[in-house]
């Protein structure tokens, strides 16, 4: 399988604990994006990487987030001291960006629950 | 504030029948707009997408409209079988940009 993956597909978690979520994108792909998605609406944008470099942030991305692409393939996002609001389900997706082409492929998504 | 407005929330037809979903948004500088589609517990997969140099685009059973003057857009599903129930989300982006989705419609086709 050549599409997005993401691990674990499911997280489970008490309050207060940290969490990191790994996204591999497609093979060349040089942007990665992460997006939270919670019951009932749209994914919402989180933030983005070309090739190692982050290159924007959401204001939803508070300081206890943090993401990472440190050789521009894999990706991690941690989320320190979680809390209730945090639980939702995390979409990662790629694409190989260039001038016209904006296609993005996401993966299954991190569903994290945390009690 | 949403940028992107999606309806309706849900919708049920009838296997056969052609649902419509419609978006609408604000920002002119929006120049790509893709639409998703969504099984529960899974990720968003993507369907089709315009831009707004064209009015219309076909895909399959799958046809997006697409109103530049009157900022918006809509999805088509012609033939529509029982398989084709799931969310659907709309979107758009600027150049290279993140996604701005709509809220979602759930799609039911009754056999």
């Known amino acids: 399988d050549t599409g997005v993956s993401q691990d674990p597909r499911h997280k489970i978690t008490k309050r207060g604990q940290n969490v990191t979520f790994r996204c591999d994108p497609i093979?060349?792909?040089?942007?990665l994006y992460w997006y939270r998605q919670t019951l009932g609406q749209g994914p919402e944008f989180l933030t983005y990487?070309?090739?190692?470099?982050?290159?924007?942030k959401s204001r939803l991305l508070s300081d206890r987030f943090s993401a990472e692409r440190p050789k521009g393939s894999f990706s991690t996002l941690e989320i320190q001291r979680t809390e209730q609001g945090d639980s939702a389900m995390y979409l990662c997706?790629?694409?190989?960006?260039?001038?016209?082409?904006?296609?993005?492929?996401f993966g299954p998504g991190t569903r994290l629950t945390v009690l | 504030q949403q940028q992107v407005k999606q309806s309706p929330q849900s919708l049920i037809v009838q296997k056969g029948g052609i649902p419509i979903i419609n978006c609408a948004y604000e920002?002119?500088?929006?120049?790509?707009f893709p639409w998703y589609q969504q099984f529960p517990g899974k990720g968003p997969a993507l369907l089709i997408a315009?831009?707004?140099?064209?009015s219309e685009k076909k895909e399959g059973r799958f046809t997006i409209s697409f109103n530049k003057s009157a900022k918006q857009f809509s999805l088509h599903i012609m033939d529509s079988q029982p398989g084709d129930s799931a969310t659907y989300f709309c979107?758009?982006?600027?150049?290279?940009?993140?996604?701005?989705f709509g809220t979602g419609t759930s799609l039911t086709v009754i056999p």
């Open positions: 997706a790629s694409s190989f960006w260039r001038e016209g082409s904006n296609e993005q492929f």
């Open positions: 093979s060349e792909h040089n942007r």
């Open positions: 990487f070309q090739n190692e470099a982050q290159l924007e």
């Open positions: 920002n002119t500088a929006f120049d790509y």
């Open positions: 315009i831009r707004p140099d064209v």
């Open positions: 979107a758009a982006s600027m150049p290279g940009n993140q996604f701005y």
